[in-house]
Every structure is written in structure tokens, then in C-alpha cells.
Nanobody, 126 residues
Framework: QVQLVESGGGLVQAGDSLRLSCAAS????????MGWFRQAPGKEREFVAA????????HYADSVKGRFTISRDSAKNTVALQMNNLEPEDAAVYYC???????????????????WGQGTQVTVSS
């Protein structure tokens, strides 16, 4: 049974940092590209960041570029999202996804991801 479990969300002030983590189990982690998406109330799920299954490629949404960093630890089967200089517009439920991509491919299309976690809430006060 595949499980993706996110953690690390919370309530912070604008300008603060948070580190989200996603622990994967029940799947060959090294064969899956990983991504973070977010969904704010009344909005569609949007791409945030992705990392290739070999860890060599990353891709970010323009809105988070330079502030967020995605990384993966294949020894621990985890993927992290370091979020710095948070803005109120970053508030959303953040979801971790896993998909079968080519080794250097990063997935920006949510429809290409086979597995999802339950999400973790990030709230940013101004």
C-alpha cells in the first residue's frame, strides 16, 4: 500500500520560513519523480515544485522561485520543501505527489502523478 505522509505545516507570519516533509512508503522511491502542489480555498490545485527521480533536476513555479527549495533523500524516502520568506499568498494546503517519470523529468502536471498525500495546512498571516 502506497502512502505519502506530509508534515511540517503550520501558522507563521509573513517573512517566516517553514520546512515541509513528505515520507513515502510502499513504492520504489527511486523510480518516482516527486512534486509539491498546493490548493487554496476556492482555487484549483497548482504546481509548486518538482524534483526528478534522480534528484538532478528541479523545477519551480514562478511565484516561488528563489524562495522555495525542493530536495529528496533517497536513503530515507523523503522529499522536503524548504519555504523561505513566506507570503500571505502562499497560504494553502500543500500536497506531496509521486509519479513515474523519466529519470531527469520533473512533473508539473498534477494529472501525471499517481499518488498523493493527504496534505498539510500552511497559514501565513500578514
Amino acid at each position: 500500500q502506497v502512502q505519502l505522509v506530509e508534515s511540517g505545516g503550520g501558522l507563521v507570519q509573513a517573512g517566516d520560513s517553514l520546512r515541509l516533509s513528505c515520507a513515502a512508503s510502499g513504492l520504489p522511491f527511486s523510480l518516482h519523480g516527486m512534486g509539491w502542489f498546493r490548493q487554496a480555498p476556492g482555487k484549483e490545485r497548482e504546481f509548486v515544485a518538482a524534483i526528478s527521480r534522480n534528484g538532478g533536476s528541479t523545477h519551480y513555479a514562478d511565484s516561488v522561485k528563489g524562495r522555495f527549495t525542493i530536495s529528496r533523500d533517497s536513503a530515507k524516502n523523503t522529499v522536503a520543501l524548504q519555504m523561505n520568506n513566506l507570503e500571505p499568498e502562499d497560504a494553502a494546503v500543500y500536497y506531496c505527489g509521486a509519479g513515474l517519470f523519466h529519470p531527469a523529468q520533473t512533473g508539473v502536471d498534477a494529472g501525471k502523478y499517481a499518488y498523493w498525500g493527504q496534505g498539510t495546512q500552511v497559514t501565513v498571516s500578514s
